[in-house]
């Protein structure tokens, strides 16, 4: 509060009661030696027009007045923030399964429910999930004992992307494939899905884009996603290698 006296002397004081003072208003008041109390409760700043004051101009009044927060205390913002609609894990649900039916997807096929770059295996109890990552499911176990590298194994496959369109098939090229084990021969989540069937076996196996194929115009699939693949074990050989004319050699499997 600034007042000025009827008698023709003029007399200004300034007093600031704030809880707590402002740390830039405090430094000045001791700067100018007119902090006159402090309590836990308040701190009181004053000025009075005494000889040993009249160096402060009106322009430090103002300042002290406007830079003061406890006399102009900042408004809340009222800043629009957007929200992010919630995740409808129902809803693209339904849309995956009918886009499967169009696809003629077979019985109990995984969905795959997309958020960004995180993606979500939807899929029912009988899928196992191995610490590698790789999901897989038995429909029948098959007998005797599981291929070791070296040896030859002999399947039939259907793949599948995540919408359920088959991307190829063995058993419409009309011969099994036959890949021997340890080679690199195999994308790894196949082979590692393959590893612990046994003859007579089927397996569907889910792959993660980790353990998928290359992506390029010369692969099945054209960006990173989940493959499916229905896999029937159908015979494991044994292989050796042999030697011709000293200097030649293949493997042979039977």
Known sequence: ???ESTGGRKKAMLTILSNPLSPKLTSLCESLGILNRRSKSSTCCS???EPKYQSLSRRNLVYVLVTSPCLFPALPSYAKTKSKSPYDERRLLEQNKRIQRENNAPDEFPNFVREGFEVKVVASDNYVKADSGLIYRDFDVGQGDCPKDGQQVTFHYIGYNESGR???STYIQGTPAKIRMGTNALVPGFEMGIRDMKPGGRRRIIIPPELGPPVGPSTFFS??????????LVSIQNC???????????VTCN
Do not use: A, P
């Open 166 to 168: 088959r991307i190829d």
């Open 47 to 49: 000025l009075s027009q």
């Open 1 to 3: 509060m600034l007042q």
């Open 240 to 250: 050796e290698r042999r030697t011709i004319v000293g200097f030649y050699s293949d």
């Open 223 to 232: 960006s990173k996603q989940f493959e499916v693949f229905d896999v029937e």
